[in-house]
Each structure stands twice: as C-alpha cells, then as structure tokens.
Nanobody
Framework: QVQLVESGGGLVQAGGSLRLSCAAS????????MGWFRQAPGKEREFVAA????????SYTDSVKGRFTISRDSAKNTVYLEMNSLKPEDTAVYYC?????????????????WGQGTQVTVSS
C-alpha cells in the first residue's frame, strides 16, 4: 500500500503564494504519475496539475498555467505544488493523487491513491 500525506495549505491574501507538499510512503516505484486536484464548495473535483516521470512530463489546467508549478523531489518521494498569484477562485480543498505504474497522465479515475486533502483559502 501507499500513503499520501499532504501539507502546506492555509489562508492567504489574493496575490500571495503557498506551497503544497505531498509525501508518498510505502510501495512506490520508479514509474507513474502524481497529480493535484481541487474541490471547491458545491463544485465537482477538478484537475489542477500532474507530473509523470520516466519520462518527465507536466500538465496543468488552463486556469493555473503560469501561476502554479508542479515539481518532484524523487529522493524524498515528494511532489510539490508551488502556487503564486493566488486568486479567491483558487479556494478549495486540494488533493494529491498518485499511481506508481504506467505512463502518461491519467484521468481522475486512473489514480490508485489519494491524500486526505488540505484546505487552501484565498481572501480578497
């Protein structure tokens, strides 16, 4: 099994920055993908960003391109989401997801493991 532990959420003013972390432990592997999703109150969960390795590839939803950066520290089995120029509409619970198999960026149903979520609140 794999455990994902997220951290780094909080309250920030519009225009500010936060960095989310997702640490994976357990039976990980050298192939796969990790991603971030978010869910705002009353809305469906949506894709934010994903990163694959072997080969390395990143993907972002249009609304965060140029503001968010996903990266990975393979030695720590940790994925980060650097969020800059935050907007009130970025307010949501952010979830980390992972799969340690396959290639490419999976859809939401393609991830095997999910974190518990971390709240990000952006005030105007």
């Amino acid at each position: 099994q794999v455990q994902l532990v997220e951290s780094g959420g909080g309250l920030v003013q519009a225009g500010g920055s936060l960095r989310l972390s997702c640490a994976a432990s357990g039976r990980t592997s050298s192939s796969g993908a990790m991603g971030w999703f978010r869910q705002a109150p009353g809305k469906e969960r949506e894709f934010v960003a994903a990163l694959t390795w072997s080969p390395t590839f990143t993907s972002y939803t249009d609304s965060v391109k140029g503001r968010f950066t996903i990266s990975r520290d393979s030695a720590k089995n940790t994925v980060y989401l650097e969020m800059n120029s935050l907007k009130p509409e970025d307010t949501a619970v952010y979830y980390c997801a992972a799969r340690f198999r396959g290639v490419g960026v999976p859809g939401p149903e393609g991830y095997d493991y999910w974190g518990q979520g971390t709240q990000v609140t952006v005030s105007s």
